[in-house]
């Protein structure tokens, strides 16, 4: 690894650590844990920012022979496979309690029968028994190095079991996903579509992390999305407060109750075990084809050769031969003491999966020994009273056929030699070799392990086969119990359709007029009425009011202050006409009946009719005045059109109704001796006033 790849690894994961004990603590403020409705976030904040801290941890004393360094960099890696197994486990709690739509209390672990029965999801259960497998096999790594192991310079290396972490890790990552997806229905939108992008990050840094090793793509995934769930929580959060829904612990819908048969249920259950395994085999799948596609890299081996071979010993996974070519031999010219060879060394891999990617040879050899310049297949050295062999690497003059030409593939050999001169009585078949060798082991080239891949694959093949099955025969049900209710639904809406056409038809219209056009709407409809008292309003100086404002000022006004007397018109029990401009016209007593309170009705409705403009007035800044003009007497009424219908009403009673608007005073209520005499009894008047009205000649009126 790069010092700049270290370096960017260590600041991304402490960065991202410090936000993630950030909101952990934040979750935390105010609240005791054992009532706070987001304690299981809090745990997957914490969990979370230790695990990355402790990632940075194990970066920082990579490679630190100190007695400081060796235990942090086990300690780190130790708690950064137990923390990734935690935050599993609470991950998949925390989706379980949004399912349940309250908090759960982790008591329900200890009972996991009953709590089943009580509609707790069964993956909680599984991913608690994976993560407490996980645990136990990281607890055992630290001192068998089955996960990972250490070499002498305190570097931390993948073992032979390393990929079945990542299966142990990704396993329960799936089953939450499956978990999430079946009870997608139960969840709020934007609560499905928060937990289900916390998946995307992790699921693509298991690719990454199997084909690019050295970046902490899983950790650093894993921080991202517990900042996504906190940044997704205060957003529910916020949801329920502008909702006024604050006494819910957790954002959520409320469950459909629907009437299920009880062999659709087991249909759903059959249902989600094979969805839940086809996932996992997947995920399986894919994690060995990409192991089988990188191979898995094997703990370096160190091999002692107290007795050297003379040919290749296939019993022995790797056999390594070194001795004095008997036909290339003479004395040294310039030293009649030493004898030059050449030396030939032959590297035998007998394994049927494992390359030998790396390799170290050493045999010893007499002080006063040399080598010639140019040997073959290896960089020479000559230190301690030994000869030293490494496999060439990149940048090594000896590198002449490039590095792969060196790695000794499954059933192959690798020969390597020099030109040396040494004392005439030494015999390299006498001396004792150690050869050290790293390798890779190729999955996909043991036919054991073709066999369980296809077993594995034939499986998955038949479980997704099941599930899509199943999941059509449960389409296919759902299809045809909405069926059997389209009828009752639909019927349902075309009596509210009714409901609501009546309701509008007698907001237009009064009741007898609405009941008599239903039943006969291509008759024409027009009565007399003996009794009825009438108002008109307007707004004194409307014209030069509005000349001041826009538009959509002039009509937000008006609206607000005739929605006040419409609402009053509704309790009063008076009926309102129309409104045309500023005006606006009631009417009251449309009975056949002469003698009726209408006029009673109408006074009341008018002063209330001040109250209003008076309230009006105290909350804008536009002060309006209103003149108020009210006359009792016979009429007719009646509805024109036949699509844009409308009613109205007609008469001299309209007539001198509206000239007492007109000629009243503002905020008064000016009505005929007509009004004046069906309501002296319970109002009082000032002295009579005359106006001349078109048509009738000199008019007494009076002012309320």
Not at 412 to 421: D, V
Request: net charge neutral; glycine share 6%.
């Amino acid at each position: 690894m790069s010092d700049f790849t270290r370096f960017i690894s260590i600041s991304s994961l402490l960065f991202i650590s410090f936000f993630c004990f950030q909101t952990g603590i934040f979750l935390c403020s105010g609240h005791k844990l054992k009532q706070n409705g987001r304690r299981t976030l809090v745990f997957v904040e914490f969990f979370t920012g230790f695990m990355l801290l402790s990632d940075a941890l194990a970066y920082f004393y990579r490679g630190n022979t100190t007695a400081v360094g060796f235990y942090m960099v086990r300690l780190s890696n130790f708690f950064v496979f137990v923390c990734n197994a935690s935050v599993s486990f609470f991950l998949c709690f925390y989706v379980c309690e949004f399912i349940k739509q309250s908090r759960l209390n982790f008591s329900i672990l200890l009972a996991p029968r009953d709590s089943m029965k009580k509609g707790i999801p069964v993956h909680l259960f599984i991913v608690l028994c994976l993560c407490a497998v996980n645990f136990c096999l990281i607890v055992v790594s630290q001192f068998t190095d089955f996960f990972y192991y250490f070499d002498d310079k305190n570097l931390y290396h993948r073992s032979t079991f390393y990929p079945l972490s990542v299966v142990l890790g990704i396993l329960p990552e799936i089953i939450v996903f499956t978990m999430l997806l079946q009870n997608r229905k139960k969840l709020a939108l934007n609560v499905f579509v928060s937990l289900l992008l916390y998946f995307s990050l992790p699921l693509l840094s298991v690719a990454l992390i199997l084909v690019s090793y050295g970046f902490p793509w899983m950790n650093v995934s894993f921080g991202l999305g517990a900042l996504h769930l906190f940044y997704s929580s205060m957003k529910l959060l916020e949801l329920e407060f502008c909702s006024e829904n604050r006494s819910a612990l957790i954002a959520g819908p409320v469950y459909k109750t629907e009437a299920v048969s009880t062999e659709s249920k087991k249909r759903v259950v059959r249902s989600h075990f094979w969805q839940a395994l086809s996932l996992c085999l997947g995920g399986i799948i894919f994690v060995l084809v990409i192991v089988s596609i990188k191979g898995v890299s094997l703990p370096e081996k160190k091999l002692t050769i107290e007795k050297p071979y003379t040919e290749n010993d296939e019993e022995k996974s790797v056999c390594v031969t070194f001795s004095r070519n008997a036909e290339k031999q003479w004395v040294d010219g310039d030293d009649i003491g030493r004898t030059g060879a050449q030396y030939d060394g032959v590297i035998f891999n007998n394994m049927k999966s494992t390359i030998i990617t790396d390799w170290k040879f050493s045999i010893s050899v007499p002080d006063n020994s040399s080598v010639d310049p140019g040997p073959w297949n290896g960089t020479f050295s000559l230190s301690g009273g030994r000869l030293n062999v490494n496999k060439p690497h990149e940048g090594d003059k000896e590198n002449i056929h490039g590095e792969d030409f060196y790695r000794i593939t499954p059933l192959k050999t690798l020969g390597f030699g020099c030109i040396m001169y040494t004392p005439h009585d030494y015999q390299p078949l006498a001396q004792e070799i150690v050869f050290t060798y790293s390798c890779v082991l190729k999955p996909l080239t043991n036919t054991f392990f073709d066999i369980f891949l296809a077993l594995l694959f034939v499986v998955f093949i038949i479980s997704t086969t099941v599930m899509l099955f199943e999941g059509k025969l449960i389409r296919v049900e759902e299809e045809n119990r909405k069926l059997e209710s389209t009828v009752k639904e639909r019927t349902r809406e075309l009596e509210a359709e009714k409901n609501r056409s009546e309701h509008l038809l007698l907001n237009i219209l009064p009741k007898e007029i609405a009941k008599e056009l239903s039943a006969h709407p291509e008759s024409t409809i027009a009565k007399e009425y003996p009794n009825v008292t009438v108002l008109f309003t307007d707004i004194v100086g409307f014209t030069k009011i509005s000349g001041e404002m826009t538009a959509e000022e002039v009509v937000t006004m008006l609206n607000k202050m005739f929605s006040m007397f419409d609402e009053r018109a509704q309790r009063e029990g008076i009926e309102k006409i129309k409104t045309i401009g500023d005006a606006y016209m009631a009417a009251a007593g449309l009975t056949l009946e002469h003698f009726n309170d209408g006029a009673f009705r109408m006074i009341r409705f008018a002063k209330g009719l001040l109250s209003d403009v008076r309230a009006f007035n105290e909350t804008s800044n536009i002060k309006l005045q209103i003149r108020l003009g009210i006359n009792s007497g016979p009429l007719v009424a009646g509805v024109i059109g036949k699509t844009k219908f409308i009613y109205d009403i007609w008469g001299d009673t309209v007539n001198v109704a509206s000239r007492m608007e007109s000629t009243g005073l503002p905020m008064r209520i000016h009505v005929t001796e007509m009004t004046k005499v069906q309501t002296m009894s319970r109002y009082e008047y000032s002295k009579n006033t005359e106006i001349d009205v078109k048509g009738k000649g000199m008019m007494k009126t009076y002012f309320l």
